[in-house]
């Protein structure tokens, strides 16, 4: 008689981030079998340290991947593997992940938790510079920025939402134009909270060391800033999305419900990569990431229990 061997997990958890490891503890307090699969590449590398997050205020990223990891490691039903998975393919009750170097994980359900990769503008100095005196989040580094001159690169409409969002916070608001022309609305916005535009093309960033100076075409003289806040463009940091064909947002983020179900059964998502549908975009911090990664575990535990009280 021929028998269906049953996958080695009930959950395969992809990304170890705050969103991977809070869903790992999760699944391994309710016992299901769980392995995380992660490299050690994360959205917030460049920073040295992190921001609201409760109890964790200013501590550096990494330190709290590593007792998270000790947490969920604790559970016997977790386990972990550094690799990098390379292709999922199967339904619901069976995945199959295939992983570098040949191994293939079988997994009833899956949980995306790999997150995005931000592309920065392309200005000499803003990459090297990402995640200390340049940033793109007011809520994750505005306050290091309290009472100085602050920068706001480009004019779209991110410039008069940065602007309205930092101007409790800082001494002067700077808006680099870099060249273009900011809209008719866009000027009044930024008149009413008092930022002044620099029209000139920006040439380079560089630190300083009282903050950061710009470079401008047409002039020797630089703009000194405390800080820069910059909007980036976004991408998934994996192709899973598409190999699963998964729903997505108009901007890219995986369509997932308040449980972090996507549009396809079995598969889960949570973090960075993931947004509810009304949301024009995914709402990212490290703590909302791992409320996410929660919310997913339950839901893969509400999964997994109906179907075994199913008739």
């Known amino acids: 008689m021929n028998t269906v061997r049953p996958p080695q997990y009930d959950v395969a958890v992809i990304g170890a981030g705050s969103a991977g490891l809070q869903a790992a503890q999760t699944l391994g307090r309710m016992h299901q079998r769980t392995v995380v699969l992660g490299t050690d590449r994360y959205r917030n590398d460049p920073a040295t340290h992190m921001h609201n997050f409760l109890g964790h205020d200013g501590e550096p990223p990494a330190v709290l991947r590593l007792a998270a990891r000790k947490d969920a490691e604790q559970y016997d039903d977790v386990d972990f593997r550094d ?13 199959a992940l295939e992983l570098a ?3 293939v994980v079988r997994a ?5 938790a790999t997150g ?10 803003v990459a090297e510079q990402f995640g200390d005196l340049v ?17 706001i690169l480009g004019t779209g409409p991110q410039a008069a939402h940065f602007s309205g969002m930092l101007a409790p916070i800082t001494a002067e608001l700077v808006v680099l134009a870099d060249g273009a022309e900011p809209d008719e609305a866009t000027c009044a916005a930024l008149a009413r909270v008092g930022a002044r535009v620099v029209a000139e093309p920006v040439r380079a960033v560089r630190r300083t060391d009282d903050g950061l100076e710009v470079d401008l075409d047409g002039t020797d003289v630089p ?3 405390g800080g820069l806040f910059v909007r ?9 999305a598409e190999q699963l064909g998964l729903e997505m947002t108009e901007l890219g983020a995986v369509v997932v419900d308040v449980m972090g179900r996507t549009s396809v059964p079995g598969v889960f998502a949570a973090g960075d990569l993931a947004a509810p549908a009304g949301l024009p975009m995914p709402m990212a911090s490290v703590l909302i990431a791992a409320a996410a990664g929660m919310a997913a575990a339950a839901g893969c535990v509400a999964d997994a229990a109906a179907a075994r009280t199913a008739g």
């Not at 390379?86 to 619901?92: F, Y």
């Not at 009833?108 to 995306?112: D, F, I, K, P």
């Not at 931000?118 to 100095?125: A, E, F, R, S």
């Open 83 to 95: 690799a990098e998975v390379l292709r999922i393919s199967g339904a619901a009750g069976d995945f």
């Open 101 to 103: 170097g040949g191994d």
């Open 108 to 112: 009833a359900r899956v949980l995306l």
């Open 116 to 125: 995005v990769t931000d592309h920065l503008p392309d200005v000499p100095g």
């Open 135 to 151: 940033a793109h989040c007011p809520f994750c580094h505005g306050h290091e920025f309290a009472g100085q001159t602050v920068g």
């Open 223 to 225: 703009v000194a800033l």
């Open 232 to 240: 980036t463009d976004w991408t998934q940091a994996t192709p899973f």
